[in-house]
């Protein structure tokens, strides 16, 4: 109605008041929904904001002091793995895990896993930080990681660290800080994978196995000479480039060499087939 009297009164023109007409209509068709989707949108994500809340809450933080000789901080998949090792040779880590849900399924197959933050150094005291030999650093994130060690190394100095490292960076960034224990964590899998493959197209295991423990030494060897320009991103990749090359350089001499003396490495009792390496990770909800 007022657009319609200002358009009467030359306000603006008969086609403005048309388009201001039909706005308002679409606004007042659309808003009631708008509102509905809106609010069932936050109430789901309070919701589980709340959940999670009342989960931590329910946990109880670790709190009376431990003396294990060595500390796991994080039981998902590679956690779980040196836990069991250390268990069957009757060493009872002390295990540190702030999901909530990781600590029920722990509690399900008979893992004694306390809630707690490494990343807090109090926590860690009571965990037996102060005497303890070895802390494992297996947090998925390697923000958490970098931090846990940087505390560690400032406030236990004599606490051993051995570390999961995401990736080469993640590694880079450990070794800044002192780490020398520190494993990327698909590494060694994904050769036992790639023998796997060689076999799979004819090599004998004994090859096989000959090719990946070569490539082994020289990533390790590569990764070495990287460490020093991983802050300077074209110098490491110009020598990332280089080690790639002399690698497959190296490797074709080696092909070659086999082939021109018709020989290849025998098999011995030793050299086990991909196949018969158990690599397969365990799941990260089942200890």
Do not use: C
Not at 23 to 29: F, I, K, T
Not at 81 to 97: E, F, H, M, S, W
Not at 274 to 287: G, L, R, T, Y
């Amino acid at each position: 109605m007022v657009f319609q009297t200002a358009a009467q009164y030359k306000v603006f023109h008969h086609n403005v008041s048309s388009m201001l007409v039909a706005a308002v209509a679409l606004s007042m068709l659309l808003g009631p929904l708008l509102l509905v989707a809106l609010d069932k949108l936050l109430l789901r994500r309070f919701s589980t904001i709340k959940d999670d809340n009342a989960e931590s809450s329910k946990a109880k933080e670790i709190s009376e002091q431990q003396e294990a000789p060595i500390i796991i901080a994080g039981f998902g998949r590679y956690g779980q793995i040196i836990a069991r090792v250390l268990l069957a040779q009757d060493i009872r880590p002390t295990i540190l895990d702030h999901n909530v849900e990781m600590l029920e399924a722990a509690k399900i197959y008979g893992h004694s896993v306390f809630f707690g933050d490494a990343t807090r150094m109090d926590l860690l005291r009571i965990a037996g930080a102060a005497k303890a030999r070895v802390l494992v650093i297996a947090v998925d994130s390697p923000e958490q990681s970098i931090k846990i060690a940087s505390q560690v190394r400032k406030h236990f100095p004599n606490l051993q660290i051995v570390a999961r490292s995401r990736d080469l960076n993640h590694w880079f960034r450990l070794r800044d800080l002192g780490v020398e224990h520190a494993q990327r964590e698909v590494f060694e899998s994904s050769l036992v994978s790639a023998q796997s493959v060689l076999e799979l197209i004819g090599q004998s295991p004994a090859n096989a196995r000959h090719m990946t423990d070569r490539f082994r030494e020289h990533n390790l060897a590569l990764a070495e000479r990287m460490y020093p320009h991983y802050k300077d991103k074209n110098k490491l990749i110009a020598v990332s480039k280089q080690g790639r090359q002399q690698l497959v350089e190296q490797m074709a001499k080696e092909r070659a060499d086999l082939l021109e003396n018709g020989t290849e490495i025998p098999d011995g009792p030793d050299v086990p087939a991909a196949s018969e390496q158990n690599h397969s990770p365990a799941d990260s909800k089942q200890p």
